[in-house]
């Protein structure tokens, strides 16, 4: 296949997202609403692997998106030119769809895209769970350009260290309970990946992969298959590893989540202890990206535990779940609706509208929420 047939492949794929350049997480047609409370869990894999996970008591979004090199230059470009203490910290370790501006003098390091790339802006970004957990932070405290404030909100990131015996880890278990964003726990991702409230038109169910399908997806080119994992770089016109996230736009999730086939594992907040008190995080694992196994391939229940700091080997790809605790009936607005819900959950003494985090409901949750609704 030519160069000119590739890409316009790739071009045509990418239209609908073009406008979603930046990704704007105030934009509700960048998330899905993640519905059907205290949905069936998952049956189990073969093995009975994760059986019973994957039901959530409540509503959430979650991005339609995995984060990309767009959305994180502009985080990256916040802090990294402030010293090179911040570089390290916010780009330290990461594989994305950008360089070092070398026409920049300092401090730190400014980045730009990537030309070699054709997309660039919409590559996939590798990113280490401490850094995506700050970067929730960041988006939690209204993109402040305030250093400290990538340290507190979602996670507090001076918890993250390991234990005395250097096997485990320190780090907060779970998003606290007033964040905006954080990383989706695992029966989140799971739910919104393969669960169907209406499978085939038969009631409730769960597909095997993340194309809404039990059927193992094909390898090709958008339009052609449902993924370019072990493809070579001759035949997709570019580097395998930074392939255009949205450009497969029919290979999605009953929900609507794009990319949920592919090379690119992702995170998830959940803790997997392998042995002793040695924990590490799961990531939903689509597989080498280098070979194709069709029927491996982003299967339901290939979880892999990888640790959450430090090296390349523990970069991966990420995408966010989000709710707004004033937005109770997440349609992305302030309406009465939102005050009838809160007065019905207050009522029923639902913790759901504990605004405070306090472990009870007071009326000091009812000035948050006013606070939260007239702001």
Not at 99 to 116: A, E, H, I, K, L
Not at 139 to 167: C, E, M, Q, V, W
Not at 348 to 353: H, N, P, R
């Amino acid at each position: 296949m030519n160069r000119l047939v590739r890409t316009t492949l790739i071009t045509t794929a990418l239209c609908p997202a073009a406008a979603l350049a930046q990704f704007d997480f105030n934009d509700p047609d960048r998330w899905s609403l993640v519905t059907s409370r205290d949905n069936i869990p998952f049956g189990g894999g073969p093995g009975g692997e994760l059986a019973g996970r994957g039901s959530v008591p409540y509503d959430f979004r979650i991005s339609r998106y995995e984060i990309t090199t767009d959305d994180w230059l502009d985080f990256a470009n916040t802090f990294a030119t402030m010293s090179d203490e911040l570089d390290e910290l916010v780009v330290g370790s990461i594989r994305w769809g950008a360089r070092v501006d070398f026409s920049y003098q300092g401090p730190g390091n400014r980045y730009v895209y990537n030309t070699q790339l054709e997309f660039p802006g919409r590559a996939p970004i590798k990113v280490t769970w401490r850094q995506v957990a700050m970067y929730c932070n960041w988006l939690h405290n209204g993109k402040s350009s305030d250093p400290a404030t990538i340290h507190y909100g979602a996670y507090d990131t001076t918890t993250f260290g390991r234990t005395d015996d250097d096997f485990g880890y320190t780090d907060q278990s779970t998003r606290s309970c007033d964040a905006r964003f954080w990383i989706p726990s695992l029966d989140e991702y799971l739910k919104a990946a393969h669960y169907d409230p209406d499978k085939n038109g038969q009631g409730p169910g769960w597909w095997a992969y993340g194309h809404s399908s039990d059927d193992p997806p094909m390898q090709g080119l958008p339009g052609v298959g449902h993924t370019v994992m072990g493809m070579s770089s001759d035949d997709i016109g570019q580097s395998v590893l930074f392939y255009p996230l949205g450009a497969f736009e029919d290979v999605i999730s009953p929900w609507g989540l794009f990319d949920l086939i592919g090379g690119n594992p992702e995170w998830t907040e959940e803790w997997d202890l392998l042995f002793g008190n040695n924990f590490a995080r799961m990531v939903k694992d689509s597989g080498n990206i280098f070979a194709f196994d069709p029927e491996g391939t982003d299967f339901i229940t290939k979880f892999a535990p990888i640790f959450p700091n430090g090296s390349t080997a523990s970069t991966h790809i990420c995408r966010l779940a989000s709710d707004s605790r004033a937005d109770l009936d997440l349609d992305g607005r302030l309406t009465f609706f939102d005050v009838s819900e809160f007065i019905t959950r207050y009522i029923a003494g639902s913790l759901s509208v504990d605004l405070d985090c306090d472990g009870v409901l007071t009326p000091s949750d009812i000035q948050r929420f006013i606070d939260l609704y007239t702001s």
